[in-house]
């Protein structure tokens, strides 16, 4: 049978942008499911001592409907790579103009070193950590000491030097 062959490239033209446009609908409807929020504040208090306690908290609100989220920290040491503590907390579901405050707090007594530590928070769309809502971080300080065990060792140790060394450090008769 006859064929024109315009009509045929018109048709697959046609059919290609619908193609397009449907593809491109659906991602804008699936990255509109995920939701919109804002990590609205992020605290982290210092922790001055041996075992002391770092408190994190954080606010949320929720900028559009949110189904199903949660949100991932990680407190990184101060070289900017070691993954101190983690903690990860399911979010109830939001609708717009909702806000949620969470808390939680870890020891410092296994942190590696003395300096500025840096806690992230990472808000996700279902149980990813992909930070598709929001993300922030905030830093704060840490003195991993002795403890109190080993600092009265220190300090016995040095009693003991200098007692054995007392001679060296006797005053001279004018």
Not at 165 to 174: G, H, I, K, P
Request: hydrophobic share 40%; net charge negative; with cysteine.
């Amino acid at each position: 049978m006859f064929r024109d062959e315009g009509v045929g490239m018109i048709a697959r033209s046609v059919r290609i942008v619908f193609v397009v446009f449907t593809a491109s609908l659906l991602l804008v409807l699936t990255v509109s499911a995920a939701g919109s929020g804002t990590i609205t504040s992020l605290t982290a208090s210092d922790a001055l001592d041996h075992g002391d306690s770092v408190r994190v908290r954080s606010s949320e609100r929720a900028d559009g409907k949110i189904n199903s989220s949660n949100l991932y920290y990680t407190i990184i040491a101060p070289d900017g790579v070691t993954v101190v503590a983690t903690h990860s907390t399911t979010m109830p579901s939001m609708k717009a103009g909702d806000t949620y405050n969470d808390s939680w707090s870890t020891s410092n007594s296994s942190f590696p070193s003395i300096g500025t530590y840096t806690v992230s928070l990472c808000w996700s769309p279902g149980g990813s950590h992909s930070c598709g809502i929001d993300s922030a971080s905030t830093a704060f300080n840490s003195v991993p000491s002795l403890g109190p065990f080993f600092s009265l060792v220190a300090v016995a140790l040095l009693a003991y030097w200098i007692w054995r060394r007392r001679q060296d450090f006797a005053l001279e008769a004018a």
